[in-house]
């Protein structure tokens, strides 16, 4: 097992800039809130790579905030998993767009994640937290995936769960913090940490 303290001694200035560069999101407009949101929609299950390309390939052919469900899924297909049904969300979620800003920004990190989850079909607790720490609003909340439940459990810091529950989400949130602490490291680099141990890059 990689000693943690050393791997992000080795990744924190690629990691660092990375956040900055989402920090850097709290200033854009409305619809590239929403490149990300989208973004965000379509990692569960998937391979996030394809994901942000799909987005970029919705972009590029005018379809992200105006192509029907049919036209954006054909896009999503081989690229996202469960691609019709991604699709529906999507285009369900642009009438939510001029609210996104607020929702993301006028509100502690937390509550904005409820405000999400409660607004658009298609968001949990994990795609609202992977989109929130996306645009610079990670601090203290975590992106609870396979992945990083996988890490948390091969660092004695978790019990594998049988589900995750809102109530277990928030319980291994804490105990994710914990650790942060316990290492020095902020909760929203030690996401990307965790990611870039297990993928050999840091994304998002």
Not at 137 to 157: F, N, P, W
């Amino acid at each position: 097992m990689a000693d943690i303290s050393a791997e992000y001694k080795k990744r924190k200035q690629q990691i660092k800039k990375r956040l900055a560069e989402f920090r850097k999101l709290q200033k854009a407009g409305a619809k590239r809130l929403f490149e990300e949101l989208a973004f965000c929609m379509l990692t569960p299950q998937s391979n996030a790579l394809l994901c942000d390309e799909a987005v970029k390939e919705l972009k590029n052919k005018g379809l992200l905030f105006e192509g029907s469900e049919e036209q954006v899924a054909a896009i999503l297909r081989g690229k996202a998993r469960f691609h019709n049904k991604k699709a529906r969300y999507l285009v369900e979620a642009r009438k939510h767009i001029r609210k996104l800003k607020k929702m993301t920004f006028q509100q502690d990190s937390k509550k904005a994640r409820q405000a999400l989850v409660n607004t658009i079909k298609g968001i949990g607790l994990k795609e609202a937290s992977h989109y929130l720490r996306n645009v610079g609003r990670g601090e203290k909340i975590a992106i609870i995936d396979r992945h990083i439940l996988h890490k948390l459990s091969e660092y004695q810091v978790i019990s594998m769960p049988r589900s995750l529950t809102k109530r277990k989400y928030e319980e291994i949130e804490q105990r994710m913090l914990d650790f942060c602490r316990r290492k020095k490291i902020p909760m929203e680099e030690m996401d990307l940490l965790l990611w870039s141990m297990q993928t050999g890059r840091v994304f998002k």
